[in-house]
Structure formats: C-alpha cells, structure tokens
C-alpha cells in the first residue's frame, strides 16, 4: 500500500510562487520509487507536469512550463516538492502526486503511473 498526500496548495495571485508537498506513506513505498507531478484543470486532461527519479539527478519537466518549475525531494522525509514560480492563470488546476515503482516512457502517459493522491487545488487570480 502506497499513500500520497499533497498539501500547499490555495488560491494566489499571478505572478506569484507556491510550493507543493507531496507525503509518501505505506509499507509498499520505497525511496526508489520516481515521483511526479500532474495537474487537470476543469474540463481538461490530466496533464504531465514534472519527474524526478530515486537520486533526483534526473528530472523531466513538461515544455510548456519548463523554466518555470522546479522539481525536487527529500528520500528521508519521503517527500516530493514542486516549486512554480511566475505563476499564470492557465497554472489553476487540481495538481495530484504521483509513484511508480520504475521508470516508464512516455512520462505524460497517465497509465505509467500507479499510485495517485487525491490532489490539491491551486487558484490563481488575476
């Protein structure tokens, strides 16, 4: 059993920065694991955000908003971050943790993925 909490997310302005958290629970979690970052916005797919592998030396950022994110995490707290920074409002969306116990390819599939939080939402007003 894996569990993933998120938190740190709320409603900002444009142009200001926000970091999430992202808590990883359970017997089954190991530090080995690549962790990720997505995010849907109403009516919109679940949309890759950004990757990082056990060591973190490898990290893979979605296009779009590469520059503007930061990945990162701590083994021994078991915690992932995301880091946005710049925000937009096209950055609203519910952003969700998540695990997979290896790395697969295409990282924006959303079925290489096996362990999912129940998202935080991120509001950003102009």
């Known amino acids: 059993q894996v569990r993933l909490v998120e938190s740190g997310g709320g409603l900002v302005q444009v142009g200001d920065s926000l970091r999430l958290s992202c808590e990883a629970t359970g017997r089954a979690f190991s530090s080995t694991f690549v962790m990720g970052w997505f995010r849907q916005a109403p009516g919109k797919e679940r949309e890759f955000v950004a990757r990082i592998t056990m060591s973190g030396g490898a990290t893979e950022i979605n296009d779009s908003i590469k520059g503007r994110i930061t990945i990162s995490r701590d083994n021994a707290r078991k915690t992932t971050y995301l880091e946005m920074d710049r925000l937009e409002p096209e950055d609203m969306a519910v952003y969700y943790c998540?695990?997979?116990?290896?790395?697969?390819?295409?990282?924006?599939?959303?079925?290489?993925?096996?362990?999912w939080g129940q998202g935080t939402q991120v509001t950003v007003s102009s």
């Open positions: 998540t695990a997979t116990n290896y790395l697969r390819w295409p990282a924006f599939s959303v079925g290489n993925w096996n362990f």
